[in-house]
C-alpha cells in the first residue's frame, strides 16, 4: 500500500511537473498536540504556506512522548525536511551521529547570531549551529490563588515558609502538590529547582557535565531536601501511573494546590475548567539565601535532518520561524516567551512573570534531561521517580547513578 501511494504520489508529481505547476513538498514534524501548541504551529504553517504558495508543506504531528521514542528511526530511515526537537545535550546525540546538519547560513543570512544571540550556545556543538529556536518557557510554581486566598497565605518567598504554608493546606484537606511522573521528567522538575537552590547554577551544570557524583554531599543536601518536601509537604497519591495532564485534574478540582511545572501547562489549567483569576504563578522560593536564584529556563526549536529532500525549502522554513513577527504571534498563541530579541513579548500575566523572573535570573538551566546525555538523563529520571516512591532507597539510588555516571562520561 505504502509502495503503491509513492508511486501515485510521483506520477501525480511528474504530472504536474509536466503542466509547469509543480509544487516543492516540504515534510515538518511537529511534537505537540495540546491545544495550544498544536494552533500555533498551524496558524505559523499557514503563514509560511501563504507566503510560499510554491512550496506544499506536508505536516505530520505527535505528541511528546511519542515523538521522542520515533525520532531516531525516523532520522535514519523516511527522513522529514524538518523535525521539532531540543538544544543542548538532547541534539547532541543527534549530532554526533550525523543525523542533523548544521544551519550555520541560516543564522548568518538572517542576522540571528544577534537576534538569537542568549540561545546560540545551546544551539552550538563542535563549533557548528545545529537548528533555530522559536520559543522558550519558564518554569516555577504555579498555585491555586482562590485556594491561597481562602486559606489566607501568601505566596512563600522562603524554604520554611514554604513548609509552612504546605502545613497549612494539610491542616485543610488540600494536598500540597499534584505531579504525574509517568514520563519521569516532571520530577526532573523538581529535582532541578531543589539543587539549584540548594547548590546553585554551577554545580547543577557540573553534575550533568559528569563533574560531581551523585553521591557527592551536594547532591545528598538536595536529596535530604527533597525527603522533606515529600514529608512535609507532599504529592498527590499514583503520581507515577499519571502524566503531566492527568495530574491538572487534582489542581483543577482544588484536591492540590500547587504545581511545579513549565509556563506550557497553563493552557492545560484553562481548558480544565479554571479562570485566570483562580490560577497564578510564583518562583521556587529560596533555600539558601546565599546562593543567587537561576531557573529552568528550556527552548524549542527546529532542525533539518541530513536524510532531508528539501533541504532549500527546509531552510527557508527555520528562517521563516526565527522571525521577530512570527515569533510574537506564535509565543502569544502558546503562552511562551520569543527568543528573537526584536519580537514582542505579550501582555499575558504568566509572561510578564516569566520575562521578568528570567531577565533577573542568575543563570538559565535548559532543564534536567536537556543538560544531562541522553543516557544518564533517563537512568536519573528512573532514579528520581523511584525515590519520590521510597525516599529510604536514596543510598541505592545515588550509588547506581554514579555507576551508570562512570559508563556514560568515560
Given at each position: 500500500?505504502?509502495?503503491?501511494?509513492?508511486?501515485?504520489?510521483?506520477?501525480?508529481?511528474?504530472?504536474?511537473?509536466?503542466?509547469?505547476?509543480?509544487?516543492?513538498?516540504?515534510?515538518?514534524?511537529?511534537?505537540?498536540?495540546?491545544?495550544?501548541?498544536?494552533?500555533?504551529?498551524?496558524?505559523?504553517v499557514a503563514k509560511f504556506q501563504e507566503e510560499n504558495p510554491d512550496i506544499n508543506?506536508?505536516?505530520?504531528?505527535?505528541?511528546?512522548?511519542?515523538?521522542?521514542?520515533?525520532?531516531?528511526?525516523?532520522?535514519?530511515?523516511?527522513?522529514?525536511?524538518?523535525?521539532?526537537?531540543?538544544?543542548?545535550?538532547?541534539?547532541?546525540?543527534?549530532?554526533?551521529?550525523?543525523?542533523?546538519?548544521?544551519?550555520?547560513?541560516?543564522?548568518?543570512?538572517?542576522?540571528?547570531?544577534?537576534?538569537?544571540?542568549?540561545?546560540?550556545?545551546?544551539?552550538?556543538?563542535?563549533?557548528?549551529?545545529?537548528?533555530?529556536?522559536?520559543?522558550?518557557?519558564?518554569?516555577?510554581?504555579?498555585?491555586?490563588?482562590?485556594?491561597?486566598?481562602?486559606?489566607?497565605?501568601?505566596?512563600?518567598?522562603?524554604?520554611?515558609?514554604?513548609?509552612?504554608?504546605?502545613?497549612?493546606?494539610?491542616?485543610?484537606?488540600?494536598?500540597?502538590?499534584?505531579?504525574?511522573?509517568?514520563?519521569?521528567?516532571?520530577?526532573?522538575?523538581?529535582?532541578?529547582?531543589?539543587?539549584?537552590?540548594?547548590?546553585?547554577?554551577?554545580?547543577?551544570?557540573?553534575?550533568?557535565?559528569?563533574?560531581?557524583?551523585?553521591?557527592d554531599p551536594r547532591i545528598r543536601a538536595t536529596f535530604a531536601n527533597w525527603e522533606?518536601?515529600?514529608?512535609?509537604?507532599?504529592?498527590?497519591?499514583?503520581?507515577?501511573?499519571?502524566?503531566?495532564?492527568?495530574?491538572?485534574?487534582?489542581?483543577?478540582?482544588?484536591?492540590?494546590?500547587?504545581?511545579?511545572?513549565?509556563?506550557?501547562?497553563?493552557?492545560?489549567?484553562?481548558?480544565?475548567?479554571?479562570?485566570?483569576?483562580?490560577?497564578?504563578?510564583?518562583?521556587?522560593?529560596?533555600i539558601d539565601a546565599s546562593i543567587p536564584p537561576a531557573e529552568e529556563a528550556p527552548?524549542?526549536?527546529?532542525?533539518?535532518?541530513?536524510?532531508?529532500?528539501?533541504?532549500?525549502?527546509?531552510?527557508?522554513?527555520?528562517?521563516?520561524?526565527?522571525?521577530?513577527?512570527?515569533?510574537?504571534?506564535?509565543?502569544?498563541?502558546?503562552?511562551?516567551?520569543?527568543?528573537?530579541?526584536?519580537?514582542?513579548?505579550?501582555?499575558?500575566?504568566?509572561?510578564?512573570?516569566?520575562?521578568?523572573?528570567?531577565?533577573?535570573?542568575?543563570?538559565?538551566?535548559?532543564?534536567?534531561?536537556?543538560?544531562?546525555?541522553?543516557?544518564?538523563?533517563?537512568?536519573?529520571?528512573?532514579?528520581?521517580?523511584?525515590?519520590?516512591?521510597?525516599?529510604?532507597?536514596?543510598?541505592?539510588?545515588?550509588?547506581?547513578?554514579?555507576?551508570?555516571?562512570?559508563?556514560?562520561?568515560?
Open positions: 500500500m505504502f509502495l503503491n501511494l509513492k508511486t501515485a504520489v510521483a506520477a501525480i508529481a511528474l504530472s504536474a511537473m509536466a503542466g509547469g505547476a509543480f509544487a516543492r513538498d516540504l515534510v515538518i514534524n511537529f511534537d505537540d498536540l495540546n491545544p495550544g501548541p498544536k494552533k500555533g504551529f498551524d496558524d505559523a508543506v506536508i505536516v505530520n504531528i505527535n505528541d511528546r512522548e511519542a515523538h521522542k521514542t520515533a525520532i531516531r528511526n525516523f532520522l535514519t530511515a523516511e527522513a522529514p525536511d524538518v523535525t521539532s526537537w531540543y538544544p543542548g545535550n538532547r541534539m547532541a546525540p543527534f549530532v554526533d551521529a550525523g543525523l542533523f546538519q548544521p544551519v550555520d547560513d541560516v543564522w548568518e543570512e538572517n542576522g540571528f547570531n544577534e537576534d538569537l544571540a542568549a540561545i546560540k550556545p545551546t544551539m552550538s556543538r563542535d563549533g557548528k549551529i545545529w537548528g533555530v529556536p522559536y520559543s522558550y518557557y519558564q518554569w516555577g510554581i504555579y498555585y491555586r490563588k482562590d485556594i491561597f486566598d481562602l486559606l489566607e497565605l501568601e505566596e512563600p518567598q522562603t524554604w520554611d515558609e514554604l513548609l509552612a504554608a504546605c502545613g497549612k493546606m494539610k491542616e485543610n484537606g488540600v494536598t500540597p502538590f499534584t505531579i504525574g511522573t509517568k514520563f519521569l521528567w516532571t520530577a526532573a522538575g523538581v529535582f532541578d529547582y531543589l539543587n539549584l537552590r540548594t547548590n546553585g547554577y554551577d554545580v547543577h551544570n557540573a553534575l550533568t557535565a559528569g563533574e560531581i557524583k551523585y553521591t522533606t518536601l515529600i514529608n512535609e509537604c507532599g504529592f498527590v497519591d499514583n503520581h507515577a501511573s499519571m502524566s503531566w495532564q492527568d495530574a491538572i485534574a487534582p489542581f483543577a478540582n482544588g484536591d492540590a494546590a500547587m504545581y511545579v511545572m513549565g509556563n506550557f501547562s497553563v493552557d492545560g489549567y484553562k481548558n480544565a475548567g479554571l479562570t485566570e483569576d483562580q490560577i497564578d504563578f510564583m518562583p521556587f522560593p529560596t527552548a524549542d526549536a527546529f532542525f533539518i535532518p541530513t536524510n532531508a529532500t528539501n533541504v532549500e525549502d527546509a531552510k527557508k522554513f527555520l528562517a521563516f520561524v526565527a522571525r521577530p513577527d512570527v515569533q510574537t504571534e506564535w509565543n502569544k498563541t502558546i503562552g511562551q516567551l520569543p527568543i528573537n530579541s526584536k519580537a514582542d513579548i505579550s501582555d499575558d500575566k504568566f509572561i510578564q512573570e516569566g520575562f521578568a523572573l528570567l531577565n533577573g535570573a542568575a543563570g538559565l538551566a535548559q532543564f534536567y534531561d536537556r543538560d544531562a546525555p541522553a543516557e544518564m538523563a533517563k537512568a536519573g529520571m528512573e532514579g528520581f521517580q523511584e525515590f519520590m516512591l521510597d525516599p529510604s532507597k536514596v543510598d541505592a539510588i545515588l550509588e547506581r547513578l554514579d555507576a551508570v555516571q562512570e559508563e556514560v562520561y568515560n
